[in-house]
């Protein structure tokens, strides 16, 4: 199964936090999927955090200290930073595993992007199936 990029917004879940997050990328301005930034391993903020943390009793507030992504891209660099994948981890030093929910890269046809493909379907004329339509053509 191929990797997928992880995109400026992707919802991202603590193991024990009560809510997911958004990533908010912060350390580049250049690249792009799909009109998104790629998340490089030195974005760490999240836009909310993870609501309150289940790792004490009376679960206070979550105030991540998020730790080093890991299984980054290996190939594909910018500088000397790395971009996170759908399947990148990261530890918080409150003791939480935070994945990647959604990374906001979709599947699209030929590269193209969802925009051009219904652009390009709703100016395509629809033909009326017709039983025996070119019955006996050469």
């Known amino acids: 199964m191929s990797r997928k ?3 400026d917004g992707a919802c991202v879940m603590c193991s ?10 912060t350390s580049q301005r250049k690249v792009f999927i799909q009109g998104k930034l790629k998340v490089t391993d030195e974005d760490k903020t999240l836009l909310p955090n993870f609501g309150s943390c289940k790792r004490s009793s009376n679960q206070p ?10 299984q980054t891209s290996k190939k594909v660099v910018m500088g000397s930073k790395k971009f996170v994948m759908d399947n990148s981890t990261i530890q918080c030093s ?31 004329p629809l033909i009326p199936y017709q039983s025996g339509y070119n019955k006996g053509a050469v």
């Open 5 to 7: 990029y992880v995109l």
């Open 94 to 124: 409150n003791g939480g595993t935070i994945l990647i929910d959604d990374d906001l890269q979709r599947a699209t046809a030929g590269g193209a992007s969802p925009k051009k493909i219904s652009q390009l379907s709703d100016s395509m």
């Open 16 to 25: 024990l936090g009560t809510a997911k997050g958004k990533l908010k990328v």
């Open 61 to 70: 507030p979550c105030s991540p200290a998020l730790q080093k992504w890991k």
